[in-house]
């Protein structure tokens, strides 16, 4: 049988709740305005708690997780500065688990690029190359084959389901065969496993893996290849490894090290570390590479925790608000419950229940906004995420700590308030806010500033994107196309068949070479040493491209020497040697690894060959390096591109028909070159948004407020024969004041922000006062507009119906 004290409890906190339900029914515009206000803000927290549990769940899933290393390198010539890099060369994983008894196993992983046939169809891939041990170290679900063997044939091949699907319409693929081409020959490799698709958030991506072996023949120390691996033992000391594996790098590097100071006057210091699995995809120091997935800045983490946060917070002073407008209304109820004896605690459980109330509704709709909206967040975040995935106990844990937080923070301060009215005053209507009501304006000042600091982002962001699409590269990318051509040695007898067989087509207005990606060397130019991105390409390049020269000439067929002797370099290269301008031709260069020695027979201007966001380097160009044509561009003439295109892939597939064909044009190889900035002007700009949408809404309750507290004076006024409009900027006036001082604070904020992200790039726009301007005044319209709708419906009102309802 129950007490007495637990009944009435019980019929106390029933009371509550039916109570809350009723002023949520009888205030229907604000109640919609509340949730709404709340709900969004969970809803940005929803999202934003799922992308960071994704960033920081990254290769959790390994069972050895805590004893995985990479071995990564710091790397510094002469007086250049450092240079981390997070691969190594190949015997490294061999010798350091030979001679360091703390090592138990090494992994090492790398990308390479290979054509892949079944039957009629062929496929250009980039499988995994990994050792036999890559199972071992990892813990990738091998479903069918042996975990230990599967890659200990020469010719074996691990398929992912996906891929097994893909190339056999099944999973059951044990032993049957692909053919597999690196370079010019189709080989037989047997599926000797499968293995679950990579988890995404995998910083190991795979769909083929094939033996490390038989794609790697590196047997140098210095320099960087594949990813290496290392499986300690759970008693290793970490630091004693360290130790060691840089004693016996400095032992088998040391002679290679003395001789290249002793004939190249350079000095090379290479320290060696060891990086934590899971810290691979957050870090900001070595970055993935060689068959890592590309890691993650924690700063965008950062960025995006903030922005919920905030959101949340404004979402919880627009709750605050109105709570506050509706409260004058609600002043009789108080009284009268203190009247009949209900206590301050009482009062301040029953508008707690309130907030708890709105606060659970909010959550609902949280929900169905983040099921609603995750696709979208999905392709801004380039993300997989749903509210399944990663759903766990810590998860749901934090959602329910989310809506308690919410609610408490959301009704504290209005049930503080509101508890506090005294019984005679508000029976009489005479209860008014202590002060002048400084704690909510404040607030409002901060939801604004936030909304300007916002808005001031966003169009710095687009503007700097702008000028990355705009700006003169120093070449002419409107309809310039590139082919890549077949991993082959043979690849200049192929450009030259291609060439031919395109000759005096319509459409084709001119075709060039190039090497595949980008070489970086070293080069020495009248003794000084000069680093250089290294270029093979053809005569007609640099016309196919529309780069023009400013000293010298073209390579020419007219010019024997040309094809073996002769070199082109850019205008940073004669800056970094040291030269000239004008004395730059005729100049000699030792080029390269194999230090050929070219003359120099031209000088080009500066182009950008890299994003607007790294600053263009040395460059230098021979008919002779040491590298196989890997790109055809094409320029192809405006107005009759489709056609074109058809004539190029029947040209190519008739030269090489086991190779697959693709094209990309130029300007979309630029576009995707900022993805990134393109992503964070969407992210910002709908940051932007919801803070001005829920920061209105707060504003509104405070135009509610402040007009149910003058509702006397307003009527007093329009008796006395003021205007409307008068009334309209009297109730306005301060609102205005608020929105220019949180202007005035968003201002220096925003500009400093900018200023700091605008670092990054090595062209970059200026920071001009419109951007603020602009910011500013799309803010105080869309305020002066929500204010509007509640003053003028004010001022409009009869006079006489306001004072006889005081």
């Known amino acids: 049988m129950l007490d007495v004290p637990d009944v009435n409890r019980k019929l106390m906190i029933s009371n509550y709740f039916k109570i809350a339900w009723r002023n949520l029914l009888s205030n229907k515009i604000l109640s919609v305005i509340k949730i709404g206000g709340l709900g969004l803000g969970l809803m940005v927290c929803m999202l934003i708690l799922l992308y960071n549990k994704d960033e920081i769940s990254f290769d959790h899933f390994h069972t050895n997780k805590k004893h995985i290393y990479r071995v990564v390198q710091t790397m510094k ?5 450092p240079n981390k890099i997070g691969v190594t060369q190949a015997p490294l994983g061999p010798a350091f688990q030979k001679e360091i008894p703390g090592i138990l196993l090494f992994a090492r992983v790398d990308l390479t690029h290979v054509t892949v046939r079944k039957g009629s169809d062929v496929f250009t891939e980039n499988p995994l190359v990994a050792d036999t041990s890559f199972f071992s170290v990892f813990s990738f679900s091998l479903l069918k084959g042996n975990p230990g063997t599967a890659l200990k044939d020469a010719h074996s091949v691990v398929l992912s389901e996906e891929s097994a699907v893909k190339y056999f319409g099944t999973t059951d693929v044990l032993g049957k065969i692909l053919q597999v081409k690196q370079n010019d020959v189709f080989e037989n490799y047997t599926v000797t496993g499968l293995v679950e698709n990579a988890p995404q958030n995998s910083s190991i991506q795979y769909k083929l893996i094939l033996p490390f072996e038989s794609f790697n023949a ?7 290849g594949p990813n290496t691996f290392l499986l300690l033992s759970p008693q290793a000391k970490l630091a004693d490894v360290k130790h060691k594996i840089q004693d016996i790098f400095d032992k088998n590097t040391s002679e290679q090290i003395s001789k290249a100071k002793e004939t190249q006057n350079l000095v090379i210091k ?40 905030f959101i949340l917070i404004i979402a919880c002073i627009n709750f605050v608000n109105l709570a506050l407008a509706q409260s004058l209304k609600r002043g009789k109820e108080i009284g009268i419950r203190k009247v009949v004896g209900g206590t301050k605690q009482q009062l301040i459980w029953q508008f707690m229940v309130e907030s708890l109330l709105v606060s659970f ?24 995420l749903s509210l399944a995935y990663l759903a766990d106990s810590s998860l749901y844990i934090s959602y329910f700590l989310l809506l308690l937080l919410t609610a408490f923070v959301a009704g504290f301060y209005p049930s503080l308030v509101l508890s506090r009215f005294k019984p005679v005053k508000v029976l009489y209507g005479r209860e008014k806010f202590p002060g002048k009501n400084y704690f909510t304006k404040g607030l409002i000042v901060m939801q604004f500033a936030l909304a300007i600091f916002l808005m001031i982002g966003s169009i710095a962001i687009y503007s700097q994107l702008n000028f990355f699409l705009h700006k003169d590269l120093g070449y002419k990318s409107s309809n310039l196309v590139k082919i890549d051509l077949p991993f082959s040695r043979d690849n200049d007898g192929l450009l030259a068949v291609f060439k031919n067989d395109l000759k005096g087509q319509p459409g084709i207005v001119a075709i060039g070479a190039r090497n595949r990606g980008s070489m970086i060397t070293g080069a020495k130019a009248d003794g000084k040493d000069v680093l250089i991105d290294y270029n093979k390409i053809d005569d007609a390049f640099f016309p196919t491209y529309g780069i023009s020269f400013i000293e010298g000439r073209n390579f020419s067929p007219a010019f024997a020497a040309d094809s073996s002797q002769s070199a082109i370099v850019n205008e940073r290269f004669v800056v970094d040697a040291g030269w000239r301008l004008a004395d730059a031709i005729g100049k000699t260069v030792l080029a390269g690894d194999e230090s050929k020695k070219l003359t120099v027979v031209g000088v080009i201007r500066d182009y950008h060959f890299r994003p607007l966001k790294e600053k263009i380097t040395a ?66 700009s709908i940051a932007a948004i919801l803070f001005m949408a829920i920061s209105c809404m707060g504003l509104f309750g405070l135009v509610i407020l402040s007009v149910e507290q003058r509702t006397k004076e307003i009527g007093i006024r329009k008796v006395l024969g003021a205007a409307a409009g008068r009334i309209v900027m009297l109730i306005s006036k301060d609102f205005v004041q608020l929105i220019a001082l949180a202007f005035l604070i968003a201002v220096p904020l925003g500009y400093w922000a900018v200023y700091i992200w605008l670092q990054h790039f090595a062209y970059r726009i200026d920071i001009e006062w419109w951007m603020f301007a602009a910011a500013g005044l799309l803010v105080m319209i869309l305020a002066l507009a929500t204010i509007s709708f509640k003053a003028i419906k004010a001022a409009v009102a009869n006079p006489a119906k306001s004072l006889k309802e005081m």
């Open 77 to 81: 010539i002469g007086q250049d500065e």
């Open 361 to 384: 509704v909010s959550f609902l709709l949280a929900i169905v906004l983040t099921s609603a909206l995750l696709p979208l967040f999905n392709k801004l975040a380039d993300k997989k």
């Open 619 to 684: 460059q230098l160009f021979s008919m002779a390096a040491n590298q196989s044509y890997g790109q055809i561009w094409v320029r192809l003439q405006h107005g009759n591109i489709p056609q074109s295109l058809s004539l190029l892939e029947r040209s190519f597939k008739k030269l090489s028909p086991f190779y697959p064909y693709d094209y990309q044009f130029m300007d979309d190889i630029n576009a995707r070159s900022y993805q990134t900035e393109t992503k964070w002007k969407q992210i910002i």
């Open 218 to 224: 590196n047997h140098g120390w210095i320099g960087g």
């Open 270 to 309: 290479i320290e060696l570390d060891l990086q934590g699995l899971t810290d691979i995809h957050l870090s900001s120091s070595w970055k993935a590479d060689n068959g890592l997935e590309n890691g993650s800045s924690p700063t965008y983490s950062y960025i995006l925790s903030c922005i919920a946060f």
